[in-house]
């Protein structure tokens, strides 16, 4: 299954900023998610990331709060933009694989202060 | 869009005890995946099992996709399976994936 590399881990923001995340994928993939995870709750899908074309952002996501470039097949960013503290969660990007099923980073975990 | 629960929300055993962990969901699908989420977040793979029955090591797996349940079974727990195991589905190939809301499992020593 593919390997995926998420930066940063871990990131202390102060609110009105933004944070932008990495996710590094070791092939090539199609489509690429991006999940947040808030404080005791389930995964639930912000956005799927095409290359060469807009994301496609899920209810209640948009595209000014979190907007997301997807400049190859290896490689997406996600920002969380004018963060306030209910920006705090888990943030994870996950590929589809053929055998093994979704792969997800190591997530990042962000609190806004 | 499809509905995924799962039972028990919480989970408290002792070291060296069995369970079973149960996934439902409201339609039929062409993905279903078990994963434990450990105390830093990181989300492991644990199964992919749109049907059929899985085992690796000291965990097993069931999906009876015409009945649209999942089991996964944790035999001799270990203080090291604490952590949240959810289970997601997906409709398509490559599509999304929907999680359950997650059994939160304990295990004392």
């Known amino acids: 299954s593919a390997v995926i590399s998420q930066k940063p881990s871990r990131d202390i923001c102060q609110r009105g900023t933004s944070l932008t995340i990495q996710c590094q994928v070791d092939s090539q993939v199609t489509m690429m998610f991006w999940y947040r995870q808030q404080p005791g709750q389930s995964l639930t899908l912000i956005a799927t990331?095409?290359?060469?074309?807009?994301?496609?952002?899920e209810s209640g996501f948009v595209i000014d709060k979190f907007p997301i470039s997807r400049p190859n097949l290896t490689f997406s960013t996600l920002t969380v933009s004018n963060m306030s503290p209910e920006d705090s969660s888990i943030y994870l990007c996950?590929?589809?694989?053929?055998?093994?099923?979704?792969?997800f980073g190591s997530g990042t975990r962000l609190t806004v202060v | 869009g499809i509905q995924v629960e799962q039972s028990p929300p919480d989970l408290i055993l002792q070291e060296g005890a069995n369970s079973t962990l149960r996934c439902n969901f409201s339609d039929s699908v062409n993905n279903l995946q078990w994963f434990h989420q450990n105390p830093w977040g990181q989300l492991i793979n644990l199964f992919y099992?749109?049907?059929g029955t899985k085992q690796n090591g000291r965990l097993s797996a069931t999906t009876v996709a015409t009945e649209r349940y999942s089991l996964l079974y944790i035999s001799s727990s270990q203080t090291t399976d604490s952590g949240v195991y959810f289970c997601a589905v997906g409709e398509g190939q490559g599509g999304k994936l929907i999680f359950g809301q997650g059994t939160e499992l304990s295990v004392k020593p």
């Open positions: 996950s590929v589809a694989g053929r055998r093994y099923g979704y792969t």
């Open positions: 990331a095409n290359q060469g074309s807009e994301a496609t952002y």
């Open positions: 099992i749109p049907s």
